[in-house]
């Protein structure tokens, strides 16, 4: 044996000659500034030509302290913190935690709040998976299906502007119901107000707006042999994988587990009146998540239609105390946000504020199998993948 | 052409600055409809403002914005080779225009291995690539300089052997040849001839081959992996600005304007339009060629909006298991029709 | 595992594999189970839920800490019964149904030590990562307990309760009111009192 200085061995025997040279791997950072990792991630890569040996992911360029924060304000001054987690689908954050002070304080919700709860958790579904899928492509090379979603998707944000007054931080929840819709002055403080006018017809013409655009990128973009040929077999999560790491949401669905918080968490929205199907696939990879949400989409737009056929009249909030002080306890309650399983553990002392709070967040956990999957894969493939997971940054980071 | 007695450099000098000056015009106008039309498949406007309606200046303000922005050279670069990459690059990309006829007796210079010395000389713009990839000092240029090297070797082959055939069918290597070939009439009908286009005429294979390899050796999606900006934010690219990436840009539409032309010369007729006389053509050949090539970029710039990129080991195994048989099958159906009839 | 329709509801559930387990007790309020066990006991306890009480799914583990002085916000009710510790709590539950169990161990302040989970639960690293980080606890036998979050500079453990926050240092703690007063002139104050009352201190809040 010689050494080749130091960059080979050479092996020479009576079966001939062969030499085995030394490479060495490359470490690339990807990120934190990057186009296509949703925020600020950085992914420390050791990558041999163009496959990846080794993938560590560098969180916490997004850390806000949201718990410590969340232990110096009330309840309602959190529910301001706490819709800003996952900025894509801002109302379906707070539903989680608001419910879980209801259910901690013993107060019922009245019953037309929860379904516009309800309404409006469906509409940021759309516009959370909307976002997704056409933001995939783009990661992909195709420039033109983001333009085409977004565009139907300005309907969803007025919708729930008129409705909220806001289009990403709604901070729409109160404990009990939900906020009186914008009004203002002297005058108005004695009648109460309620949704738009408008509204159940604005709701529909959006609808009626999404699903044009999930036709146009079932034809653009889901049929396209090159999206095919990127994104299926890439990035296989397994479904025990699944589960040991606490991957949720359309990412687990897309692996085969059919767990669907809105089915299985009864008692946080009125799901149960609504026919909806939980769609689930069997790959586990890119194609499948891509494809799990874009149905899911469609299957919204049936919960949303049916939902504004059912909405009881009574008031916006049930009864609550002026002082919101909630009895001590814990809870932990979870719901289906767009990313995934969203629940926050609320610890109360009594009080006004809480005494801690973890937010279990849905990309957390979604991306911390990144180092698994992606060992062994291309870097295009390893685009392919993180985009697939559909994470951001604030949902990772809280 | 009325001859000048003048000496050769200079008139020779004079047809270059001539083809490079409507070559620039050309991009220029390539690069605001690449600007317009992406827009409107996007269901947007494009430019509107700049120069009053249509924005028909913008290309012209991005110019002038490129040429007003610092010069930075890394330090870690390879300072010589990496000022010299986007001249190289664009050299090659320029040096096709020499032998593209734009009218029954007007071209640069009609050299007799037309076909040859352009597959040559356009295959130096692989090279500027690779140096800007290597002299940047910077990682990702370097994945994206090593990749677009490795894909345009592969699709090389392609666009050669396509252009074989096309050779066989025209009998000649020059390219004022292939046109006059593609206008003598294949058949007759009463007395009246009637000629084909190459693409019409035997060649459909090898012209949905050469779109395709065109499309790669200008780093244009579906194979624009080497400037994959989702990626490797911009690639071999990434370390210029100002001019050099000027003419990096430049340089790219450029391409995308040589190849169009070759395609429109080898494959549509170039300058030739049925049905025009000889002396018509010397007026109207450059219109007519400047029409095909609009044609051709307006498939390249659609196919960009519309697709996504594929994957550097898909994109070379469609080259070498699928693009070279055709084109190979294709020079052998060529040549036992052209014997046959 | 029992099939006594006891297992339907949380309280039956609990107290099966409470029992199973050799918990110290558990508890079902506010439809939250919780399962105190020691910490000896802490793998195996993981490991029974995963693979006889079929709740695989590894939902978060985090940390309390009860203190009872705090440095920031209101500190804790029974300040003089409270037991000062750090609560270890891991939720496991169910992929395809509704059941769960919160699995806490308390460890002292000062020998704040835990058995890794990663040998159970993959997707616990990051969680053990972020919990020692925060709280200051040790997971043994974690195979990367390096700073997931913070800078690899940063000091302290910013969860605990002594663990002053940065911004209340430079305005102090106003106290449990709704609406903190705007730090500057009377202008700005007199709006508030005068006109600010509808939209943002309807239903609940103190009302100026």
């Given at each position: 044996m010689t050494q080749l200085d130091g960059r080979g061995i050479v092996e020479v025997s009576d079966g001939g000659v062969s030499v085995e040279l030394k490479g060495e791997t490359m470490t690339l950072n990807i990120g934190p500034q990057h186009p296509s990792t949703h925020g600020v991630l950085r992914l420390v890569a050791e990558?041999?030509?163009?496959?990846?040996?080794?993938?560590?992911?560098?969180?916490?360029?997004?850390?806000?302290?949201?718990?410590?924060?969340?232990?110096?304000?009330?309840?309602?001054?959190?529910?301001?913190?706490?819709?800003?987690?996952?900025?894509?689908?801002?109302?379906?954050?707070?539903?989680?935690?608001?419910?879980?002070?209801?259910?901690?304080?013993?107060?019922?919700?009245?019953?037309?709040?929860?379904?516009?709860?309800?309404?409006?958790?469906?509409?940021?579904?759309?516009?959370?998976?909307?976002?997704?899928?056409?933001?995939?492509?783009?990661?992909?090379?195709?420039?033109?299906?983001?333009?085409?979603?977004?565009?139907?998707?300005?309907?969803?944000?007025?919708?729930?502007?008129?409705?909220?007054?806001?289009?990403?931080?709604?901070?729409?929840?109160?404990?009990?119901?939900?906020?009186?819709?914008?009004?203002?002055?002297?005058?108005?403080?004695?009648?109460?107000?309620?949704?738009?006018?408008?509204?159940?017809?604005?709701?529909?013409?959006?609808?009626?707006?999404?699903?044009?655009?999930?036709?146009?990128?079932?034809?653009?973009?889901?049929?396209?042999?090159?999206?095919?040929?990127?994104?299926?077999g890439v990035g296989i999560i397994s479904y025990d994988d699944v589960i040991a790491y606490g991957i949720s949401g359309p990412n687990a669905r897309a692996s085969g587990v059919p767990t669907d918080l809105r089915k299985l968490e009864t008692g946080l929205l009125p799901y149960e009146g609504i026919d909806f199907d939980v769609i689930t696939r069997e790959n586990g990879d890119a194609f499948d998540r891509y494809l799990v949400r874009i149905l899911e989409i469609r299957e919204s737009i049936k919960i949303v239609r049916q939902a504004i056929g059912s909405v009881p009249d009574g008031p916006l909030q049930a009864k609550v105390p002026r002082v919101l002080k909630v009895p001590p306890g814990s809870i932990y309650v979870r719901a289906e946000n767009p990313k995934g399983e969203m629940g926050y553990y609320i610890v109360s002392q009594g009080g006004r504020i809480p005494y801690r709070v973890k937010i279990r967040s849905a990309s957390f956990s979604n991306i911390s199998i990144l180092s698994k999957v992606a060992v062994g894969q291309l870097i295009p493939d390893l685009v392919a993948t993180m985009g697939s997971l559909d994470f951001v940054l604030g949902d990772v980071d809280r | 052409m009325i001859a000048f007695a003048v000496p050769f450099a200079l008139w020779l000098t004079a047809k270059l600055l001539v083809a490079l000056g409507l070559m620039l015009g050309v991009v220029l106008v390539v690069i605001w409809m690449e600007l317009k039309w992406s827009a409107h498949i996007q269901s947007r406007v494009g430019p509107w403002y700049v120069g009053g309606r249509w924005g028909w200046a913008h290309p012209l303000a991005e110019a002038l914005k490129f040429l007003q922005k610092e010069d930075l050279v890394p330090d870690d670069?390879?300072?010589?080779?990496?000022?010299?990459?986007?001249?190289?690059?664009?050299?090659?990309?320029?040096?096709?225009?020499?032998?593209?006829?734009?009218?029954?007796?007007?071209?640069?210079?009609?050299?007799?291995?037309?076909?040859?010395?352009?597959?040559?000389?356009?295959?130096?713009?692989?090279?500027?690539?690779?140096?800007?990839?290597?002299?940047?000092?910077?990682?990702?240029?370097?994945?994206?300089?090593?990749?677009?090297?490795?894909?345009?070797?592969?699709?090389?082959?392609?666009?050669?052997?396509?252009?074989?055939?096309?050779?066989?069918?025209?009998?000649?290597?020059?390219?004022?040849?292939?046109?006059?070939?593609?206008?003598?009439?294949?058949?007759?009908?009463?007395?009246?001839?009637?000629?084909?286009?190459?693409?019409?005429?035997?060649?459909?294979?090898?012209?949905?081959?050469?779109?395709?390899?065109?499309?790669?050796?200008?780093?244009?999606?579906?194979?624009?992996?080497?400037?994959?900006?989702?990626?490797?934010?911009?690639?071999?690219?990434?370390?210029?600005?100002?001019?050099?990436?000027?003419?990096?840009?430049?340089?790219?539409?450029?391409?995308?304007?040589?190849?169009?032309?070759?395609?429109?010369?080898?494959?549509?007729?170039?300058?030739?339009?049925?049905?025009?006389?000889?002396?018509?053509?010397?007026?109207?050949?450059?219109f007519v060629l400047v029409g095909k090539i609009f044609f051709i970029v307006f498939l390249f710039i659609w196919f960009r909006w519309t697709w996504p990129r594929i994957r550097e080991d898909q994109l070379q195994q469609l080259a070498w298991k699928w693009l070279i048989p055709l084109t190979l099958f294709n020079i052998v159906a060529t040549a036992t029709l052209k014997v046959v009839f | 595992m029992t099939d006594s329709p006891s297992e339907n509801t949380p309280e039956g559930f609990a107290a099966d594999f409470a029992a199973e387990i050799g918990a110290e007790r558990w508890t079902a309020d506010n439809d939250t189970v919780h399962v105190y066990v020691t910490r000896d006991k802490w793998v195996a306890a993981a490991t029974a839920a995963r693979d006889e009480a079929g709740l695989g799914f590894f939902s978060f583990l985090s940390a309390v800490d009860w203190a009872k002085e705090v440095a920031v916000g209101e500190p804790a009710d029974d300040v003089d019964n409270l037991v000062e510790r750090y609560e270890v709590l891991c939720r496991l539950s169910s992929a395809t149904e509704a059941s769960a169990i919160i699995l806490a161990t308390s460890l002292d302040k000062d020998d704040a030590w835990l058995d890794s989970l990663t040998s159970v639960y993959a997707g616990a690293a990051w969680h053990e990562r972020e919990t020692a980080e925060m709280f200051g606890i040790e997971f043994r036998g974690h195979p990367n307990l390096i700073h997931l979050y913070l800078p690899d500079s940063f000091e302290g453990h910013p969860l605990r309760k002594s663990f002053a926050l940065g911004a209340r240092e430079v305005k102090p703690w106003p106290g449990t009111v709704d609406v903190e007063e705007l730090p500057s002139t009377t202008n700005v104050e007199a709006a508030a009192l005068s006109g600010d009352d509808t939209a943002q201190s309807a239903p609940e809040g103190e009302g100026s």
């Open positions: 990558v041999d030509g163009e496959r990846i040996a080794k993938l560590e992911p560098a969180i916490g360029y997004m850390h806000r302290g949201k718990e410590k924060l969340a232990e110096v304000r009330t309840y309602a001054q959190i529910t301001a913190l706490i819709n800003r987690i996952d900025w894509v689908s801002g109302f379906a954050n707070e539903v989680a935690f608001i419910r879980a002070v209801e259910q901690l304080m013993g107060v019922e919700p009245a019953p037309r709040a929860q379904m516009i709860r309800l309404i409006l958790t469906e509409l940021t579904r759309i516009s959370n998976h909307l976002v997704f899928a056409s933001s995939y492509p783009l990661e992909l090379g195709a420039f033109t299906p983001l333009m085409w979603a977004f565009r139907e998707r300005e309907h969803i944000m007025d919708v729930i502007e008129s409705a909220t007054g806001g289009r990403f931080h709604p901070n729409f929840n109160r404990v009990g119901g939900v906020k009186p819709a914008a009004g203002g002055g002297k005058t108005q403080k004695k009648v109460s107000l309620d949704l738009p006018a408008g509204f159940y017809a604005a709701v529909e013409n959006a609808m009626d707006r999404a699903e044009l655009a999930c036709d146009e990128l079932d034809d653009l973009v889901t049929g396209n042999e090159m999206i095919q040929m990127r994104a299926k | 670069a390879d300072d010589k080779v990496f000022r010299l990459a986007p001249y190289v690059m664009l050299a090659g990309t320029i040096a096709t225009f020499v032998v593209i006829p734009i009218g029954p007796s007007v071209v640069a210079r009609d050299l007799d291995i037309g076909i040859f010395y352009l597959l040559a000389v356009s295959s130096l713009s692989t090279l500027g690539v690779l140096m800007a990839g290597w002299s940047s000092g910077n990682k990702y240029s370097l994945i994206g300089g090593i990749r677009a090297g490795a894909q345009l070797i592969a699709y090389e082959l392609p666009l050669v052997l396509a252009l074989v055939a096309v050779a066989v069918q025209a009998g000649t290597l020059s390219l004022t040849g292939i046109v006059a070939a593609q206008a003598t009439p294949l058949f007759h009908i009463g007395s009246t001839g009637i000629s084909l286009p190459f693409v019409l005429s035997g060649q459909i294979i090898g012209f949905v081959v050469f779109i395709i390899a065109s499309l790669a050796e200008l780093n244009r999606t579906p194979f624009d992996l080497p400037m994959a900006e989702s990626e490797l934010t911009m690639g071999y690219v990434t370390e210029y600005s100002g001019l050099r990436f000027s003419m990096f840009f430049l340089g790219e539409y450029a391409g995308m304007v040589s190849m169009a032309a070759v395609v429109s010369t080898v494959y549509l007729g170039g300058y030739w339009l049925p049905g025009l006389s000889n002396d018509l053509l010397d007026w109207l050949g450059p | -």
